[in-house]
Nanobody, 126 residues
């Protein structure tokens, strides 16, 4: 099992920035680097959507159209951590953000992810 714990959420004004972190631990601690990692978000009354994903090496990334150019994703396998840097935040970015781990290379659908964190709330005030 892989446990994922997110942090870094909070309240920010539109145009501001936040950096989310997701730390992995568990029985597959040593194999964390074999997983692609993704960030998803879910706003009230809406379906969960992928925000960004990163391959195990960090060499390949994916971004949803709505965040491309504003968000970046990175990972530090030595720290078992994946980051989501969010810049130029908009009110429509308000959601619970969750990280997830997948054995599928650069998976972009939630069904391909095996492990999930509890999520962290991001609220952008306009």
């Amino acid at each position: 099992q892989v446990q994922l714990v997110e942090s870094g959420g909070g309240l920010v004004q539109a145009g501001g920035s936040l950096r989310l972190s997701c730390v992995a631990s568990g029985r597959t601690y040593g194999a964390y680097s074999a997983y692609s990692m993704g960030w998803f978000r879910q706003a009230p009354g809406q379906e969960r959507e992928i925000v960004a994903a990163i391959s195990w090496s960090g060499g390949r990334t994916y971004f949803a159209d709505s965040v491309r150019g504003r968000f970046t994703i990175s990972r530090d396998n030595a720290k078992n951590t994946v980051y989501l840097q969010m810049n130029s935040l908009k009110s429509e970015d308000t959601a619970v953000y969750s990280c997830a781990a997948s054995r599928v290379v650069l998976a972009t659908t939630s069904s391909k992810y095996d492990y999930w964190g509890q999520g962290t709330q991001v609220t952008v005030s306009s």
